[in-house]
């Protein structure tokens, strides 16, 4: 079983792609799981449950999560922001709100993620945003 951390970029890196491809997530994480898979390895890679429920997850409820974004992120609109930022912010509010890892593991998991695949500044907007919905009144509401 991979770590929450790795589960974690995983499904950023399939939910980035259903974004940018317009795909949905049965493909992507086909597609993912075919990359892990060779002809060396005959042995299929084992799923990844935590990484599969988020990206179904952060999916599914997609235009929720969007307009929970929207609310919180001060001037931005979601259309603007760098794709790989929303994803990141996606997939961090579905975990807040669906659930019961602490805020505080999410949001320092979302930072070092947008860190890593975006830079500082988004990693700062990042922390913003979260920390706003942190404090709002949207955890725990919003279709399940």
Known sequence: MPSRHLSRRRALQMLYE?????????????????????EENEAFPEPDAFMEQMLFGAHSEMEFLDA?????SDNWKLERMPVVDRNILRLAAWELMRTQTPPAVVIDQAIELARRFSGDESARFVNGVLDALRKGEELGKGPA
């Open 18 to 38: 259903c974004d940018m491809r317009k795909i949905g997530p049965e493909d992507a994480m086909r597609d993912y799981y075919h990359t892990l898979y060779t």
């Open 68 to 72: 929970v974004i929207t609310r919180r």
